[in-house]
């Protein structure tokens, strides 16, 4: 019996190594499926691009350190309200663990949706170099745009504006 136990303990263990690395193979290209994200709310629940189904999302990788990424926060936030019927702002947090993201999000009230991504392996899967990088997601699930580096309010609110059109 015993055998059999470390037995199947072994295969699982084998299974389940073969899925997170089949899952870590997900690579983002526009014009394709975005990859599922492996990521989790602040509260610990874990989040999908499903929940905003419908919507356009612009997914918007940053740091705690990175100087670009709280430059950007404002403008995001005010875009988040300003275009929330149409598209959601979902910030993808790169930091360690130990970083208090809550308290950098309160204060500069930041009310958008914002998850950690614990192993890296949406930042793999969406090629994130550095930080921000944005991706723009159509209401279908399909990747539409790249961005890479800092943007300005002007330049964000015509992606927004652009993607609304688009229905």
Not at 61 to 68: D, L, P
Not at 108 to 121: T, Y
Request: glycine share 8%; proline share 4%.
């Amino acid at each position: 019996m015993l055998a059999n136990a470390k037995k199947f303990s072994g295969i699982l263990l084998i299974g389940a190594a073969l899925l997170l690395n089949g899952c870590k193979e997900e690579k983002a290209e526009i014009g394709a499926a975005a990859p599922a994200l492996a990521a989790y709310d602040l509260q610990g629940n874990q989040v999908a691009l499903s929940q905003w189904q419908g919507k356009h999302v612009f997914l918007n990788f940053w740091a705690s350190n990175c100087g670009g990424c709280l430059a950007e926060m404002p403008a995001l936030e005010k875009l988040s309200k300003e275009f929330g019927d149409s598209i959601v702002v979902v910030g993808i947090n790169t930091d360690k663990d130990e970083m208090n993201i809550q308290a950098l999000l309160d204060e500069r009230q930041v009310s958008f949706p914002n998850v950690r991504d614990q192993l890296a392996i949406t930042q793999e899967r969406y090629q994130v170099i550095g930080t921000p990088t944005a991706y723009l997601i159509d209401p279908r699930g399909k990747l539409i745009g790249q961005y890479v580096g800092m943007l300005k309010e002007p330049d964000l609110k015509a992606i927004f504006e652009q993607s609304r059109q688009k229905g």
